[in-house]
């Protein structure tokens, strides 16, 4: 179905976009907002991931199960620096390190994806499952939209 590359591409970056907004919080210093913005973050991958378990991952399984299997792997891999990252911001001890490993795996797993399972997806997934995929976007974007955050100071000169 047309359009679903440019979706789940965009909501790739509309992930980035919230992370980015989550270090800068960090780095500001203001932990309240960056405990806040995390648990949003965490929520909308999540989200992301089901949506590619449920609607994509299953057809896909039909045509390259290994590639499925491949991506199945990455998703495992992801939510266990999720649940490491959580606990480490809700324990005051993220080092940068760990941050820095995050966003790589999630780097390369979008690039992994935009190389190959969204553009088949965008050509092979029945309509049906798009529409559901396109649906599950949508009501993210709404979800987003109706707890607005409220805007980020960003980093003040002045903070330690
Ligand atoms: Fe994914
Ligand atoms: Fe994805």
Do not use: C
């Not at 499925?68 to 001890?93: F, K, N, Q, S």
């Amino acid at each position: 179905m047309k359009g679903l590359y440019e979706a789940l591409h965009r909501d790739h970056q509309r992930l980035d976009d919230v992370f980015e907004s989550l270090l800068n919080q960090m780095h500001a210093g203001d932990a309240e907002a960056a405990r806040e913005t995390w648990v949003r973050f965490e929520r909308e991958l999540l989200g992301h991931m089901e949506a590619e378990e449920a609607e994509l991952l299953p057809v896909l399984d039909r045509f390259d199960p290994e590639e499925a299997g491949t991506i199945r792997a990455e998703h495992l891999r992801i939510r266990a620096l999720l649940a490491e990252m959580g606990v480490a911001i809700e324990l005051h001890t993220l080092r940068e390190e760990r941050v820095e490993a995050f966003v790589r795996a999630l780097r390369q797993h979008a690039a992994h994806e935009e190389a190959g399972l969204y553009p088949w997806a965008d050509k092979e997934l029945p309509k049906p499952a798009a529409e559901r995929v396109h649906g599950r976007l949508a009501a993210a974007l709404d979800a987003v939209k109706r707890t607005a955050p409220r805007p980020s100071p960003g980093p003040s000169p002045g903070s330690p």
